[in-house]
Antibody, heavy 122, light 108 residues
Framework: QVQLEESGPGLVKPSETLSLTCAIS?????????WSWIRQPPGKGLEWIGEIYHSESTKYNPSLKSRVTLSVDKSRNQFSLKLISVTAADTAVYFC???????????????WGQGTRVTVSS | DIQMTQSPSSLSASVGDRVTITCRASQSINSYLNWYQQKPGKAPKILIY???SLQSGVPSRFSGSGSGTDFTLTISSLQPEDLATYYC??????????FGGGTKVEIK
């Protein structure tokens, strides 16, 4: 059974860099799936941050593109998120997720990590 | 970006009621529409993909319909365990994937 688990600091200071990792267990990163990051500010809805393929191709939300970098570590079977110059508005639960593709290019998030809460505060 | 608008933002219904949630896209997304259920303190869970395909393991009381810009998630007979917030998400745009604002379902 494939599982995803996020890890990283729960507290980040304003203007610093938020770094999170998503470890994939029970399966390989070398699949036809894209691997995504999604966040949810307290009491609010879901925001897609971006996604990465094992070939290291990436897609980013235009609203965050200037501050986000996604990467993969194939040897460790994990992928990572870096978000620079954080502010209080970046406080959220961060989820990693697998985006599965079906026929006719349909795609959906079929597997999620449990989420990790990150607070931006001095 | 393609904007997704859900209505209502919240609803309260009794066990056994038929519940309908609507999602509208700001432009046509054909059938590139997914529905998720998020229970308090948990990660979202996929219910419906491609507008009307039921994810394996999801109870048959959940169904989805629609195409173009207007979509519906229906719970045919509300159960206590359906207490959750439901989100639609479009997967049509290759530039940005976007979610609706969510519909919180409460049990009377």
């Amino acid at each position: 059974q494939v599982q995803l688990e996020e890890s990283g600091p729960g507290l980040v200071k304003p203007s610093e860099t938020l770094s999170l990792t998503c470890a994939i267990s029970g399966g390989s990163i070398f699949t036809t799936n894209w691997w995504s990051w999604i966040r949810q500010p307290p009491g609010k809805g879901l925001e897609w941050i971006g996604e990465i393929y094992h070939s290291e191709s990436t897609k980013y939300n235009p609203s965050l593109k200037s501050r986000v970098t996604l990467s993969v570590d194939k040897s460790r079977n994990q992928f990572s998120l870096k978000l620079i110059s954080v502010t209080a508005a970046d406080t959220a639960v961060y989820f990693c997720a697998r985006k599965r593709s079906g026929s006719y290019s349909y795609n959906w998030f079929d597997l999620w990590g449990q989420g990790t809460r990150v607070t931006v505060s001095s | 970006d393609i904007q997704m608008t859900q209505s209502p933002s919240s609803l309260s219904a009794s066990v056994g009621d038929r519940v309908t949630i609507t999602c509208r896209a700001s432009q046509s997304i054909n059938s590139y529409l997914n529905w998720y259920q998020q229970k308090p303190g948990k990660a979202p869970k996929i219910l419906i993909y491609a507008a009307s395909s039921l994810q394996s393991g999801v109870p048959s009381r959940f169904s989805g319909s629609g195409s173009g810009t207007d979509f519906t998630l229906t719970i045919s007979s509300l159960q206590p365990e359906d207490l959750a917030t439901y989100y639609c998400q479009q997967s049509s745009s290759t530039l940005a994937l976007t979610f609706g604002g969510g519909t919180k379902v409460e049990i009377k």
